[in-house]
């Protein structure tokens, strides 16, 4: 029986031990998925092997120390410098990072994505813009705040405050706020979201469990939109493609995975 979990601070919301539970029980795959609540980031690499686990998932606040943890990091993780999937592979610590390609196969139903919007300029958003940018999409991002927009500057990216937005033709635009997720706010003030919303083909939001202002005002306007479930199952189901080192059918992942949402 091989073990997995979860390490974060907090931990006790995270959905991932359902989530991949419901894969290993339903998929008759060998193995179960428990959470560990870890304060100190520099004890991961440690309770990771103590506990004797065979792959973990890392959240909120460890996934840098996440990386510096590893002895070797692989694809993406490696432009953004951020983990949130670790697999022990022969007694080392391998990171990868799953959250911006869970993104890219949560929105792969969008057709023909060449021009993105981000909403937002935190954790998130860099890990986005950074995987967009590999596809060669154009992106833009808006933020309240001009502090954190240098670091899309030097990726390239058109950035703007609320100020100085100038508005364009969007495929798709992305909610990484936080607003909406403990609150009724909108991403930006409403009448900058009804001109971004009149823009743009597809919306999504990377908040989940619940309908945030700005996916409710998208579907008052008939976009097609995702939320952030679809982009946690994406990342879901690609780091149980890495527990079970694709032994299991990746369409059968996300159908038990994406069942578990219901429990
Ligand atoms: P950060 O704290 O790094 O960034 C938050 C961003 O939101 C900043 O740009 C901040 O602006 C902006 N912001 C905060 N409050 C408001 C507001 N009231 N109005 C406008 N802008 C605001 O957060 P993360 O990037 O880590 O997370 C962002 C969101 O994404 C969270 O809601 C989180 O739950 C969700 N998330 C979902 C995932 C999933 O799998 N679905 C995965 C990861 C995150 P400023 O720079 O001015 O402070």
């Known amino acids: 029986?091989?073990?997995?979990?979860?390490?974060?601070?907090?931990?006790?919301?995270s959905r991932s031990p359902l989530m991949h539970n419901s894969v290993f029980k339903n998929l008759n795959y060998p193995a179960c998925y428990t959470r560990t609540h870890l304060k100190d980031g520099t004890k991961l690499k440690e309770t990771f092997f103590s506990l004797g686990l065979s792959g973990a998932n890392v959240t909120v606040p460890h996934k840098?120390?996440?990386?510096?943890?590893?002895?070797?990091?692989?694809?993406?993780?490696?432009?953004?410098?951020?983990?949130?999937?670790?697999?022990?592979?022969?007694?080392k610590l391998i990171g990868y990072n799953t959250d911006a390609?869970?993104?890219?196969?949560?929105?792969?139903?969008?057709n023909n994505i060449k021009k993105i919007l981000i909403l937002g300029a935190?954790?998130?958003?860099?890990?986005?813009?950074?995987?967009?940018?590999?596809?060669?999409?154009?992106?833009?991002?808006?933020?309240?705040?001009?502090?954190?927009?240098?670091?899309?500057?030097?990726l390239n990216c058109k950035t703007y405050t609320w100020d100085t937005f100038k508005i364009s033709e969007y495929d798709?635009?992305?909610?990484?706020?936080?607003?909406?997720?403990?609150?009724?706010?909108?991403?930006?003030?409403?009448?900058?979201?009804?001109?971004?919303?009149?823009?743009?083909?597809?919306?999504?939001?990377?908040?989940?469990?619940k309908l945030t202002p700005f996916l409710k005002q998208a579907k008052e306007k008939n976009i097609t939109y995702k939320n952030g479930a679809d982009m946690l199952l994406g990342q879901g189901v690609l780091a149980n493609e890495l527990f079970v080192k694709a032994q299991l059918d990746k369409k059968d992942i996300k159908y038990h995975m994406q069942k578990s949402f219901l429990l």
């Open 1 to 13: 029986m091989k073990i997995f979990s979860i390490f974060g601070d907090p931990v006790s919301h």
């Open 64 to 91: 840098e120390a996440a990386f510096n943890a590893c002895d070797e990091v692989r694809g993406f993780a490696q432009t953004v410098g951020v983990v949130n999937t670790l697999i022990n592979e022969n007694g």
């Open 101 to 110: 390609d869970g993104f890219m196969y949560a929105i792969e139903e969008f």
């Open 122 to 154: 935190g954790g998130t958003a860099k890990a986005l813009a950074a995987r967009f940018k590999q596809e060669d999409i154009e992106v833009s991002v808006i933020n309240r705040s001009q502090k954190r927009l240098p670091f899309f500057d030097d």
């Open 172 to 209: 798709l635009v992305v909610n990484t706020t936080s607003a909406g997720l403990k609150d009724e706010l909108l991403p930006a003030p409403q009448e900058l979201i009804d001109q971004i919303l009149d823009a743009t083909q597809y919306a999504a939001d990377a908040i989940y469990g």
